[in-house]
């Protein structure tokens, strides 16, 4: 079989919409829904079903899906892993098999070019604690003691300084002790307000303040510290310090080495970076990534098992993988979403990757949901169609039709139409 797929994404398109089109067009329910739990439960538990319903338009095809990761973010390494095992799994033939793992790549780089944008800053920003801070120092609400935390981390402060990391987290302390000093970036969360007009203790009684930014006051929009301090030793989970300008529990939420030679502080050295080609490349300015940084796949579960679901309800028809046809354009929606990375604009930083990286023909609306996620722009991207002007198709011309829906109620209805010629 050699059959022809025609995809019209008026409304958009996600993974579990192509699958339930493709059962819609005839490929076999309980092979793409077997294929579909035997590959989400490599990461954890699944209950997968599907339903059939009348519509104005005929009947379509909707799958209930509940899932439950053991794992909700995953390295890209480990994602190819699991779907070549799943590919394996499954018998798929070549075709279907690239077809597979071209989706799985064109997601990825989608997540990394994402993250590198900075369009993940939009709205509230999640901060995550790693560890918190030991110091001699209490905070006292109502009295000043002698125990009240310095502006500036003193060198001559006696008592225990260090930096307690969560278990999790102890892992990112390996060869730390190579460098003399780090910076300590932590969240002040005695911070009470701010204002951005600032007086300086040392310039109490005169008129005129400075601004905010041009202070090194603890109470700002986004109360973060940072303080540069020497390396003393790592014990397990804990990086022992030098003094440190913190009260007892501030919570840290990094901390990243002091290299001399970058940050021309004048003190400290370069760590393991000296006289490496590495640290020259910084000195310059040039751009490279680092060995071992990996894309981090969010939803990871729902995106394996959406690709297989694609890929063996594709085989099942037997569509010609060279010559599927998409009409444009593209339905992407709007407004915004709420998910793993916060509340963002739709479409998603990842969808719009792949919108731009393809050259999708695509448009927005024609309501203010998201339309086109980024599993479903990675499917179409891999199927590397051929796209047309949106046109009715005669009925003696094709063999089969299939409707999947999507989870929400909308007018126009929320489906994705999908045809074998």
Excluded at 48 to 54: G, L, M, S
Excluded at 339 to 354: K, Y
Excluded at 380 to 409: F, H, T, Y
Aim: hydrophobic content about 45%; some cysteine; glycine content about 10%.
């Amino acid at each position: 079989m050699n059959h022809k797929l025609i995809i019209d994404p008026a409304m958009g398109m996600a993974g579990d919409m192509f699958s339930a089109a493709l059962i819609g067009l005839g490929a076999p329910e309980d092979v793409i829904l077997g294929a579909m739990a035997r590959t989400a439960r490599l990461l954890g538990e699944v209950e997968i079903a599907h339903e059939r319903i009348p519509t104005s338009e005929g009947d379509a095809y909707r799958l209930k899906i509940a899932l439950s990761a053991n794992e909700g973010v995953l390295p890209e390494s480990r994602a190819r892993a699991l779907l070549n095992q799943a590919i394996q799994a499954e018998d798929l033939a070549k075709p279907y098999a690239d077809f597979a793992r071209r989706a799985l790549e064109i997601l990825i780089d989608a997540e990394r070019e994402a993250h590198s944008s900075g369009r993940l800053d939009f709205g509230t920003m999640r901060v995550q604690t790693i560890g918190i801070a030991h110091t001699p120092y209490h905070h006292h609400a109502h009295d000043h003691e002698d125990t009240e935390a310095p502006y500036q981390p003193l060198a001559d402060a006696e008592g225990e300084f260090f930096v307690e990391l969560y278990p999790e987290f102890a892992a990112g302390l390996a060869h730390i002790d190579a460098f003399s000093h780090v910076f300590i970036l932590s969240w002040m969360h005695h911070s009470a307000g701010y204002a951005l007009q600032v007086t300086p203790p040392w310039r109490q009684g005169k008129k005129k303040g400075v601004g905010l930014f041009a202070s090194r006051s603890p109470n700002r929009p986004n109360p973060i510290g940072l303080t540069l301090t020497e390396v003393r030793g790592v014990e397990g989970n804990r990086l022992l310090t030098g003094p440190l300008d913190l009260f007892d529990g501030t919570p840290i939420i990094d901390i990243k080495p002091h290299v001399r030679s970058l940050d021309r502080t004048g003190v400290g050295d370069d760590g393991w970076l000296a006289e490496t080609d590495h640290l020259e490349l910084h000195r310059q300015g040039v751009s490279h990534s680092h060995a071992g940084e990996e894309a981090a796949l969010h939803e990871a579960q729902d995106i394996l098992l959406d690709v297989m679901g694609a890929a063996v309800g594709l085989q099942q028809l037997g569509v010609d993988m060279n010559a599927v046809v998409c009409f444009t354009p593209v339905a992407v929606g709007g407004g915004v979403i709420t998910f793993s990375h916060g509340t963002l604009p739709a479409p998603a930083p990842a969808t719009m990757a792949i919108l731009k990286r393809f050259r999708m023909p695509h448009v927005a609306g024609p309501v203010d949901v998201e339309l086109l996620t980024p599993t479903g722009a990675a499917l179409l991207a891999a199927l590397r169609p051929i796209w047309q002007c949106r046109q009715p198709l005669p009925e003696d011309r094709v063999l089969a039709r299939g409707m999947g829906l999507g989870s929400k109620n909308l007018r126009p209805l929320n489906a994705l139409h999908l045809a074998l010629r």
